[in-house]
């Protein structure tokens, strides 16, 4: 049984009030119709397992979905991050996205063109310009004007975005980069409420540390999906649990640790009422047995049978356990000693030199992981390896046998124009129909789950997605960039699990200490410098602030 919000429920002013919404993807309901409120000052914690629809119910909630039935009205503006953010214009320099929430990147540029005409040497140009600049002026005053540039510059230092990554154009950022722009902007704009999808994917320790400072005293409302239990506990003050079994949204006016132990709570005395209704119901079945026999009687003993099915029915159901895909990397195909090399390699968009010089040869069945600050390049290196981007200079040289699998934290391997179904049989086009599904019904997309475009699929959903291609790829050669992601927490265990048996050679790029642990690398390369080095204890440090 839910427990109702009691604060917003009480509050005059919801920013977001939604009334008997429902959501569904085909036959399937995600949410059965829920009634809530958010208002400020209500910090939600959003969880579930992947898939359980908390990223449909937050994009619902943004404007950018409609419900299958019920009400949102919103009360003012809402920032929402989703968790693959697409901006529209890649040309845009990264600090005028930031700036853009409160449209002070046009006053700037307008009064940087103003700036330079009222030095011109036509009086007329000139006479325009000075009348024009105390206007736009007084606009950018207005709007914040410099103190709010320079809390602009607060917000994306300290999401690890240095004056260099922002004076770059957006289609020069990595995704992770891109995703973290998108992140300050939401932050600088001010909004009264945020919906914020997995916010901590893509940041090193220190920025997910000042992230969680931040909504800790945020003043305003804000829904989080998070799998940071840490974040959780030190920012929510409720949480929603959306229960992918029953498609119900449970609703806890608590914080995180008292939700834990009311949630326990609720479902042991759920077992007992549900074990008291099943004797009750068992013993009156067996007496409606008995009296079957007679004619007399049988009227009664239908009744009877009647209210035990409607003493089962009344009692709620005892909480599934949550399903998890099943996950096996592949038996890699053979191949030589040295399956994948790269020699020189240099990368660089525009001015911005990324590295330079990067020199690695993979052996069969070696554990490699790449460290390095955020933009010092390790997504690009591991694009260049799987093929998918240029190098400027230096050749990458596939070995006898090479078989690469490639996970991309952007999901790029996959058509989002195409169903999962679709998906897996371009990964694995010799699988029968019977085969395919198999294999995606282990990884829980069964029924209409596996008939829906990819591009609708949560984050989690789309991990599952790309390492089920992986599963059946047959690769002796991994390149895993953040696999963990997007996933809950029993998700995770699972592919740390993976890893730890998976006997081809892996490179990979991540900030999860764990995952880190279950490969137990050999080696480390360090970007962007391109450093080879044994692996020791000491670079465990760097994991999660690189």
Request: proline share 4%.
């Amino acid at each position: 049984m839910g427990h109702s919000l009691s604060r917003a429920s009480k509050d005059p002013h919801p920013v977001i009030t939604a009334h008997g919404v429902e959501l569904r993807f085909g036959a399937r309901a995600l949410l059965q119709p829920a009634t809530f409120r958010v208002g400020p000052g209500d910090r939600i914690g959003l969880v579930g397992r992947n898939g359980a629809g908390k990223t449909t119910l937050t994009k619902t909630l943004a404007g950018e979905a409609l419900p299958a039935a019920g009400q949102i009205t919103r009360g003012n503006e809402i920032g929402y991050l989703p968790q693959d953010p697409r901006t529209g214009d890649l040309d845009v320099i990264a600090m005028d996205r930031v700036l853009s929430a409160r449209e002070l990147d046009k006053l700037i540029a307008k009064m940087r063109v103003t700036e330079a005409e009222m030095a011109s040497e036509d009086p007329d140009v000139m006479t325009k310009a000075l009348d024009r600049y105390p206007k736009l002026e007084a606009r950018f005053l207005a709007a914040g004007g410099y103190a709010a540039e320079a809390e602009a510059q607060v917000i994306t230092a300290n999401l690890g975005l240095d004056q260099r990554v922002l004076a770059q154009p957006l289609h020069t950022l990595s995704g992770g980069q891109r995703r973290r722009i998108e992140l300050a902007r939401i932050l600088f704009s001010g909004v009264e409420t945020l919906l914020l999808d997995e916010p901590t994917n893509h940041l090193d320790a220190d920025s997910i540390a000042w992230l969680r400072d931040y909504l800790k005293v945020y003043s305003g409302g804000f829904i989080v999906i998070s799998h940071d239990v840490d974040l959780l506990r030190a920012c929510v003050n409720k949480v929603f649990h959306l229960d992918a079994n029953r498609g119900e949204l449970d609703q806890y006016a608590m914080g995180w640790d008292n939700y834990m132990k009311q949630r326990e709570t609720d479902e042991r005395r759920r077992r007992r009422e549900r074990d008291n209704a099943e004797k009750k119901a068992s013993a009156l079945i067996s007496q409606a047995n008995k009296m079957r026999a007679k004619a007399t009687k049988a009227t009664a003993a239908q009744n009877m049978i009647r209210r035990a099915e409607s003493m089962l029915e009344g009692a709620e159901g005892v909480r599934q356990a949550d399903r998890v895909a099943k996950l096996r990397f592949p038996k890699p195909a053979p191949c030589g000693k040295t399956p994948i090399t790269g020699s020189g390699l240099s990368k660089s968009y525009g001015s911005l030199e990324v590295f330079t010089g990067v020199d690695l040869a993979i052996d069969r069945g070696s554990r490699v992981v790449i460290l390095g600050l955020n933009g010092a390049g390790k997504t690009t290196l591991l694009r260049i390896l799987a093929g998918v981007e240029q190098q400027d200079s230096g050749t990458v040289d596939a070995g006898h046998g090479l078989k690469l699998g490639y996970y991309a934290q952007e999901h790029d391997t996959l058509d989002m124009d195409a169903t999962v179904v679709e998906n897996l049989r371009h990964a694995a086009p010799d699988l029968t129909d019977t085969q395919v599904r198999n294999v995606l019904g282990s990884f829980l997309f069964s029924g209409d789950d596996a008939d829906k475009p990819t591009r609708v699929l949560s984050g989690g959903e789309k991990t599952r997605l790309a390492l089920a291609t992986l599963v059946v790829s047959s690769a002796n050669v991994l390149l895993l960039d953040e696999p963990t992601n997007n996933l809950d927490p029993a998700s995770r265990a699972e592919i740390l699990g993976a890893l730890k048996t998976y006997e081809g050679a892996v490179i990979m790029v991540t900030h999860d200490d764990g995952a880190v642990e279950a490969l137990e690398p050999e080696r480390v390369l360090l970007l962007p410098d391109g450093d080879e080095d044994l692996w020791n204890e000491s670079y465990a440090e760097l994991v999660s602030l690189a």
